[in-house]
């Protein structure tokens, strides 16, 4: 590395935020801001049993290490050759060995205490890496917030599990392994794990960065994370930004409503977000915890205090009580749902309308499920009728005004979202085209503006990890532009060879100029 190379960011602190990340410079959207590695790496304790090696789900049988015999690690011919990181050190293979020799630890205790592997990785660390060790140490745990509560009690099986491992006279204290945990909860990420060759299927792993663990929060953020498949954590500027501002990561769903990011906050960071969405009651004009106003039929009911909420139109006041009861109607009714049944959700969309904010959380997550549903029937039905897409197709056109506002700039969401409006312009196009309902120069127009679409799509999905799906969507919808480009030339000389000329009715965000 050049010995000169000093980071774009530098840490701050506030009292507010604690340690923070700022910009010590302008940076550009797209520009990588940092990379980190994970200083520990597991499953989380609500995991199925994976590899110790290689994070593998061990599905229906495992062998214990060779060496140890205490760690599950994948049977048959061992670990894949392409994960090429090994997780169960020569390190940690031999402290398993002498506990077994010194305090009989067998495999299945091991098994049963999955969750704690995380916690007793980044214990043994501190004698590997003090450097690191020390940076893990001083990340904000909140601990005396935990002291007594039911996470407290729940983080007593790992203090107990490491405190039963400890063959000689060094055995951490309830605190220390309290600490661990709780630095694990407070700041790590979520990591997908290598999928199972041919069934695809992953565990999701918790690792904790010592760099990106320093981003303070925003529910909208400035920044993209995409984590590859060697575990390394790349952070991007998801929009531009300004020496001195600061850098946020979303620790939350952004598709979430304010008091559901704001209750997940506070039980896993401890702190309430006073962040300019939190402060607004239309969440930058998205209304996404409103309600359709029940006096005037027109405006949205917004809270306003935590005791009332206000119409924007008419201006009549809503108890709390009244619209809380509402919304949880709504969201009752979409927990029982069919979440893969179109009709279902059709009529939960038809249903709730009536009662929320047309971009209300709950509507926007049956709607994405829905355009889910349609994009899988679609891709496995031979003919699909133009109904169905025109419908997928209007419904990624509602949902990405939305993920314009709150996810600014690159976003893996908006992304998927991009990708999926071209397919099914261009499905539909084609359809129509075939059926002549469009002439040749209407469907270039149409195939225009799907270009668009994949355009920015693909500038987003250039940055994600190559193995990870996204990589792959990136890699398919490379494939799908060229095919485009091809379909788009033959269009264009078959009008030349009629001898009409073409003048293209799309502006360059892809609507159409005309309208
Ligand atoms: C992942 S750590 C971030 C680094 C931390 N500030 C430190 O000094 O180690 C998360 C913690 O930072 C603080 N924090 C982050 N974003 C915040 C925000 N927007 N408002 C208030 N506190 C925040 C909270 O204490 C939270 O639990």
């Avoid at 980190?36 to 609500?46: A, I, K, Q, R, T």
């Avoid at 904000?140 to 790992?158: P, V």
């Avoid at 359709?292 to 009549?316: D, I, L, Q």
Wanted: hydrophobic fraction near 35%.
């Amino acid at each position: 590395m050049n010995s000169t190379f000093s980071p774009p960011y530098e840490v701050l602190t506030s009292e507010k935020l604690g340690r923070y990340v700022v910009a010590k410079r302008d940076l550009r959207a797209g520009e990588t801001i940092f990379s980190d590695e994970p200083f520990v790496l597991g499953p989380n304790s609500e995991s199925t049993l994976v590899c110790f090696n290689c994070y593998l789900p061990l599905l229906s049988k495992f062998v214990v290490c060779k060496n140890c015999a205490v760690a599950p690690v994948c049977p048959g011919e061992g670990c894949p050759d392409y994960l090429h990181k090994k997780w169960h050190t020569e390190r940690e293979c031999n402290f398993f060995k002498s506990v077994k020799l010194l305090n009989g630890l067998h495999p299945m205790t091991m098994v049963q205490n999955v969750g704690s592997l995380l916690a007793l990785r980044a214990f043994m660390k501190r004698t590997v890496d003090t450097q690191a060790w020390q940076e893990f140490m001083q990340l904000e745990t909140h601990l005396q917030e935990r002291r007594g509560t039911s996470i407290w009690e729940f983080s007593k099986n790992t203090v107990r599990f490491i405190q039963s491992l400890s063959v000689i006279d060094d055995i951490p204290d309830d605190d220390l392994i309290q600490r661990i945990c709780a630095a694990i909860d407070v700041n790590s990420f979520e990591v997908r794990g290598p999928p199972v060759p041919s069934i695809g299927c992953a565990e999701v792993l918790r690792g904790v960065y010592l760099k990106a663990a320093l981003l303070a929060h925003d529910c909208v953020a400035n920044t993209h994370m995409a984590i590859n498949d060697n575990n390394t954590l790349v952070c991007h500027a998801s929009v531009d930004i300004k020496k001195g501002e600061p850098i946020y990561y979303n620790y939350t769903d952004p598709l979430k409503g304010t008091s559901i990011r704001q209750q997940n906050l506070m039980i896993g960071k401890y702190f309430k977000c006073s962040c300019d969405r939190c402060s607004d009651a239309t969440e930058m004009g998205t209304f996404m915890s409103s309600l359709m106003c029940a006096e005037c039929n027109t405006g949205y009911v917004s809270r306003n205090s935590p005791e009332e909420w206000t119409c924007n139109n008419c201006k009549k006041a809503f108890p709390d009580p009244t619209i809380v009861n509402r919304i949880k109607c709504c969201m009752d009714k979409f927990d029982v749902l069919n979440k893969t049944d179109t009709k279902e959700l059709e009529e939960y969309i038809r249903n709730v309308s009536l009662i929320l904010s047309p971009n209300h959380y709950l509507l926007m997550d049956a709607k994405q499920r829905l355009a889910g549903v349609l994009r899988d029937t679609i891709n496995r039905e031979p003919r699909p009728t133009k109904k169905l897409i025109k419908r997928k197709l209007d419904l990624c056109k509602e949902l990405l005004p939305v993920l314009e506002t709150l996810c600014p700039g690159i976003s893996r969401t908006k992304a998927i979202t991009l990708y999926e409006l071209h397919a099914a312009i261009v499905q539909l196009a084609k359809k129509m085209f075939d059926g002549r309902d469009l002439t040749g120069p209407a469907y270039l127009d149409e195939l225009t503006s799907a270009e668009k679409y994949l355009k920015r799509s693909l500038e987003m999905l250039f940055i994600e990890p190559g193995n990870s799906p996204e990589g792959e969507l990136c890699a398919k919808a490379l494939e799908e532009y060229r095919a485009l480009k091809v379909t788009m030339s033959n269009i264009l000389d078959a009008i030349h060879t009629e001898g009409k000329s073409y003048v293209c009715a799309v502006e360059s965000n892809g609507s159409d100029k005309s309208k």
